[in-house]
């Protein structure tokens, strides 16, 4: 038996470490995932304490969707022309330009070439392959069906790529609109502002209220400048801090599908994945209960997680999965009558596929509406800013122009 040191990502993503005696990694890698821990690093305790911390990794390239994409298809095409597993991965390391995904490839190969499973060497990376991604991978290594689950991967990373480039795409004017709303108001507030307050305080004019108003913020944002930015920096670090916590991550979550406009999009999104990756499942030959399991773990929303959960806990009380989907309180009764017509007529994958086309259907229109509504709240806010500085900046320079005249 040898000891390893582990370190390994939780349910909501807190890391967790210790060191486990086991006969080799891959039994380590198998007990951490029986325990709902997705393994990040295994390594025997001496090369752990030889090695210390990694910072290679912190500069490494991410790996993009599309990369996963093409990895994924390039495999499925490689097992359907009967191309052994380990052959495949050495010929795609070989030819993948991220360097990234190539050291990854590299290391699943040799995790295989040591006895393990391609589930349990691909989830040593789980910042590459999400945990549904693993458990698919693996329900098609024990069914024999790796070639098609890789398929059915492929088809729904596509798709929910997308999706999400359709909301980035929806976001990105609005984005750019605040980012320079917020730009110009630092620079009136640090550059343009004091240098006004200088020409009226030399002039001695009568300043309106909203001049003196701009003044004092002004003044204060130049004195208290550094304060400001360490506050701001310390906020934002003490929110993603507090994101790590399971109680505060469930309360954000439930908090972003109550957004104005784009909560509505981001549940439906997060509801189309659900019912996509469950169809996905239903007909890889999943059991009911491993599904319900490991879907919600790939939704990126801790409540819904906790709401779809909860559905395998009803249906391990007795329940009926369009019982359980109702108590859940995500599903519109829409989507409930499809789930309960899948459920009576045997093809609750065919209707689930069904409600995620129909949610994606209402994403896309939600998000061609999300623009519609967006832009006059934008035109609102840039003509209230222009409004205030012309109500503070020049209308004192029409005092001013009185004052030089008499004088």
């Known amino acids: 038996m040898t000891e390893y040191q582990y370190r390994a990502r939780a349910r909501h993503g807190e890391i967790q470490e210790g060191v486990m005696e086991a006969g080799s990694p891959g039994i380590v890698a198998a007990r951490l995932q029986d325990n709902g821990l997705i393994p990040i690093r295994i390594d025997t305790l001496e090369g752990a304490q030889r090695t210390g911390v990694n910072i290679a990794r912190l500069f490494k390239n991410k790996v993009s969707d599309v990369d996963l994409i093409q990895f994924s298809r390039q495999m499925a095409s490689l097992s359907k022309a009967g191309v052994p597993i380990l052959g495949a991965l050495r010929g795609l390391k070989e030819t993948t330009e991220n360097p990234t995904l190539a050291d990854a490839i ?57 999706t999400r480039n359709q909301i980035r ?5 609005p984005s750019f609109v605040v980012i320079a709303i917020i730009a110009a108001i630092a620079i009136i507030n640090l550059f343009v502002i004091p240098t006004f307050a200088q020409v009226f305080h030399k ?23 550094p304060e400001l ?19 505060h991550l469930l309360a954000w979550d439930r908090f972003k599908l109550r ?24 007909q890889a030959g999943v059991p009911l209960f491993q599904t319900l399991t490991v879907v919600p773990k790939a939704l990126d929303n801790a ?36 789930i309960a017509v899948g459920e009576e007529t045997g093809s609750i994958d065919t209707l689930l596929n069904e409600v995620a086309e129909f949610y994606e259907d ?44 008499k004088k």
């Not at 009568?206 to 002004?218: G, N, Q």
């Open 106 to 162: 590299g290391e699943i190969g040799l995790s295989l070439e040591s006895g393990r499973e391609l589930a349990v060497a691909m989830a040593a990376h789980p910042e590459i392959f999400s945990p549904f991604y693993v458990s698919m991978i693996r329900i098609g290594e024990t069914t024999g069906k790796l070639e098609e689950v890789l398929f059915h991967l492929v088809r729904y990373l596509e798709r929910d790529r997308q």
């Open 303 to 338: 409540w819904l997680e906790s709401q779809t959960s909860a559905m395998r806990e009803a249906l391990e009380r007795g329940d009926s999965i369009t019982r359980a989907a109702k108590r859940s309180g995500v599903f519109n009764p829409l989507v409930l009558q499809m």
């Open 259 to 282: 957004i104005p406009f784009a909560g509505r999009i981001i549940h439906r999104a997060t509801l189309a994945r659900f019912a996509r990756m469950f169809a996905m499942a239903t």
């Open 362 to 405: 209402e994403v896309e229109q939600d998000i061609k509406r999300l623009s519609d509504r967006i832009e006059p709240l934008l035109l609102i806010v840039i003509a209230c800013v222009v409004l205030i500085l012309a109500l503070g900046v020049f209308l004192p320079m029409w005092n001013l122009a009185e004052v030089a005249i």
């Open 169 to 173: 795409a929806a976001l990105r004017y």
């Open 203 to 225: 002039f001695g004019a009568d300043l309106p209220l909203e001049t003196r108003f701009l003044v004092i913020c002004s003044n204060f944002t130049v004195a208290y400048w």
């Open 229 to 247: 930015l360490f506050i701001a920096l310390a906020g934002f670090a003490g929110a993603r801090y507090a994101l790590t916590k399971p109680r």
